[in-house]
């Protein structure tokens, strides 16, 4: 009988641990970035605007970096964020989280200085490597120097540690300098100890950045190259479910998943998936190597399919057109003519309400409808639709934003906002808005991309 009872004590003990046990996925939480301090619609919606086209402009137009050959990251934010845990002990330290690029930097050192930076007028946090055990610089002869610095003569790179005295060469791997469109960022490269939830990562490469111009916080690449976050840790699937944009500044979260499955409640969502496709490489393109292309095949508006030449749908064989999922974008971009025929497609078939001129200047959004007097608002379904069959049918508030009480307007930008639009990368680049009480997942094991509506909370 004592045997058998302390058996089922044993069962139920490991039982209880199992999931412990053979749990292998990390959560983090995911919070909005305060991007601005207004409450007032018309200036918060046509501020998510102009950082849309700005970020749009950066993924088109990566400025040609001086000295490092990290792709472009955003400057400005209606994007989420993350805390991640670096040292020994480990100290918290705010990330942007971002699949449109890869490096990782964090402000680093008490003199770090920053201008142009804070948003809300709080100090930005530092990592202080003096209070770290674990912390490296990362040498000029290490390999993964070369993932900053790829010359191809590793002697005018590591001048002090040719023979005969390179094996113990102390000289480290040279400063970064990443130029963003209208910000930078530039520091040493330490190797650090990643603290998560559930395991310790030694030896992650991360920027320690000691000067920055237009940059709120840290950045945690999570895109395709070999010193994103994903790639450093051998991640083989993230997922995130998109609080909607309603939660803005109520510092509520949600999580992201990295290695494992979602799960909201008991129940494990089925997704749609379609494939995660790579950019052609080419050399003067291969900024465009670190995005997430999806196959987005056509859009439809009311049931009728939108007019959109080949060539923006399918990249080129300089890399340019195609789709792209951004986590760091916040409305969705289309180049001028992808946006025109979507404009065109609601202009036509909304007949009940008024557009609002005057309010799509004052915006920077178009169309904008005058709802005012009507009880009930219905407009035509958007959906788009992905190469494998998989659909998104986005959910109203999706892509209707509210300004006041009286005016919607369709809340994704174009560069025609903006003047003239030349064939360079991506021609559409799915942002967060747009996938609010989403689940996304980038399952790179599979190379895929899946996504599911779900309230997120
Ligand atoms: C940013 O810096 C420039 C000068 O470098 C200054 O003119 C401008 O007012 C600054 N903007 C903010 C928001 O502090
Ligand atoms: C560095 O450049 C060489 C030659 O251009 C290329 O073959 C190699 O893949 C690059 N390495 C990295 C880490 O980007
Ligand atoms: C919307 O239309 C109503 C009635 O037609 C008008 O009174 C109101 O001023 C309009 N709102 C805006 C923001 O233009």
């Given at each position: 009988m004592a045997l058998n009872s302390s058996f089922h004590l044993f069962v139920s003990i490991l039982l209880f641990l199992l999931p412990l046990i053979f749990s292998t996925s990390t959560t983090i939480p995911l919070t909005f970035f305060h991007s601005s301090s207004t409450r007032d619609p018309y200036k918060h919606l046509s501020h998510l605007a102009s950082l849309s086209i700005s970020r749009a402009h950066h993924i088109k137009f990566p400025q040609k970096p001086s000295i490092s050959t990290t792709p472009l990251a955003p400057h400005s934010y209606g994007a989420y964020s993350i805390s991640l845990n670096f040292g020994t002990p480990p100290q918290s330290i705010p990330f942007i989280m971002d699949t449109g690029s890869d490096f990782v930097w964090f402000p680093c050192t008490k003199r770090y200085t920053c201008n142009n930076c804070s948003v809300t007028g709080q100090e930005i946090p530092s990592y202080i490597?003096?209070?770290?055990?674990s912390v490296q610089i990362l040498g000029?002869?290490?390999?993964?120097c070369t993932w900053i610095h790829n010359t191809t003569d590793p002697s005018t790179r590591c001048k002090d540690c040719q023979l005969p005295n390179s094996a113990n060469c102390k000289q480290m791997c040279p400063p970064y300098l990443i130029l963003y469109g209208s910000g930078s960022t530039s520091g040493l490269t330490l190797v650090e100890t990643l603290d998560l939830p559930n395991k310790k990562v030694p030896n992650v490469v991360v920027g320690c950045s000691l000067f920055s111009t237009h940059q709120p916080a840290g950045i945690a690449g999570f895109g395709?190259?070999?010193?994103?976050i994903p790639s450093q840790l051998g991640i083989k699937k993230f997922s995130y479910c998109l609080l909607s944009r309603n939660y803005d500044d109520s510092g509520k979260s949600s999580n992201l998943v990295l290695d494992g499955a979602y799960n909201s409640g008991k129940k494990t969502a089925i997704l749609s998936y379609t494939p995660l496709l790579k950019n052609p490489l080419v050399p003067e393109t291969k900024s465009l190597s670190v995005y997430y292309y999806v196959g987005l095949r056509k859009i439809t508006v009311g049931g009728q399919k939108v007019k959109i030449p080949y060539k923006f749908l399918i990249p080129d064989d300089k890399g340019n057109g195609g789709t792209i999922v951004d986590s760091g974008t916040t409305l969705s971009y289309m180049s001028y003519d992808v946006f025109e025929s979507v404009l065109k497609a609601f202009s036509d078939q909304v007949k009940y309400f008024k557009r609002d001129v005057e309010i799509e200047t004052q915006i920077g959004?178009?169309?904008?409808?005058?709802?005012?007097?009507?009880?009930k608002v219905s407009f035509p379904d958007l959906i788009f639709h992905f190469k494998g069959g998989a659909e998104m049918k986005l959910p109203l508030a999706n892509y209707f934003a509210g300004v006041g009480n009286d005016v919607v307007c369709l809340a994704m930008v174009s560069s025609n906002f903006y003047g003239s639009d030349l064939f360079n990368g991506p021609s559409i680049i799915l942002g967060s808005f747009q996938m609010q009480n989403y689940q996304v997942e980038f399952d790179l094991k599979n190379e895929r991309f899946g996504f599911k509506q779900q309230l997120c909370k």
């Amino acid at each position: 009988m004592a045997l058998n009872s302390s058996f089922h004590l044993f069962v139920s003990i490991l039982l209880f641990l199992l999931p412990l046990i053979f749990s292998t996925s990390t959560t983090i939480p995911l919070t909005f970035f305060h991007s601005s301090s207004t409450r007032d619609p018309y200036k918060h919606l046509s501020h998510l605007a102009s950082l849309s086209i700005s970020r749009a402009h950066h993924i088109k137009f990566p400025q040609k970096p001086s000295i490092s050959t990290t792709p472009l990251a955003p400057h400005s934010y209606g994007a989420y964020s993350i805390s991640l845990n670096f040292g020994t002990p480990p100290q918290s330290i705010p990330f942007i989280m971002d699949t449109g690029s890869d490096f990782v930097w964090f402000p680093c050192t008490k003199r770090y200085t920053c201008n142009n930076c804070s948003v809300t007028g709080q100090e930005i946090p530092s990592y202080i490597p003096k209070a770290s055990s674990s912390v490296q610089i990362l040498g000029c002869m290490n390999p993964k120097c070369t993932w900053i610095h790829n010359t191809t003569d590793p002697s005018t790179r590591c001048k002090d540690c040719q023979l005969p005295n390179s094996a113990n060469c102390k000289q480290m791997c040279p400063p970064y300098l990443i130029l963003y469109g209208s910000g930078s960022t530039s520091g040493l490269t330490l190797v650090e100890t990643l603290d998560l939830p559930n395991k310790k990562v030694p030896n992650v490469v991360v920027g320690c950045s000691l000067f920055s111009t237009h940059q709120p916080a840290g950045i945690a690449g999570f895109g395709r190259g070999v010193s994103s976050i994903p790639s450093q840790l051998g991640i083989k699937k993230f997922s995130y479910c998109l609080l909607s944009r309603n939660y803005d500044d109520s510092g509520k979260s949600s999580n992201l998943v990295l290695d494992g499955a979602y799960n909201s409640g008991k129940k494990t969502a089925i997704l749609s998936y379609t494939p995660l496709l790579k950019n052609p490489l080419v050399p003067e393109t291969k900024s465009l190597s670190v995005y997430y292309y999806v196959g987005l095949r056509k859009i439809t508006v009311g049931g009728q399919k939108v007019k959109i030449p080949y060539k923006f749908l399918i990249p080129d064989d300089k890399g340019n057109g195609g789709t792209i999922v951004d986590s760091g974008t916040t409305l969705s971009y289309m180049s001028y003519d992808v946006f025109e025929s979507v404009l065109k497609a609601f202009s036509d078939q909304v007949k009940y309400f008024k557009r609002d001129v005057e309010i799509e200047t004052q915006i920077g959004l178009k169309p904008c409808f005058n709802i005012s007097g009507h009880e009930k608002v219905s407009f035509p379904d958007l959906i788009f639709h992905f190469k494998g069959g998989a659909e998104m049918k986005l959910p109203l508030a999706n892509y209707f934003a509210g300004v006041g009480n009286d005016v919607v307007c369709l809340a994704m930008v174009s560069s025609n906002f903006y003047g003239s639009d030349l064939f360079n990368g991506p021609s559409i680049i799915l942002g967060s808005f747009q996938m609010q009480n989403y689940q996304v997942e980038f399952d790179l094991k599979n190379e895929r991309f899946g996504f599911k509506q779900q309230l997120c909370k």
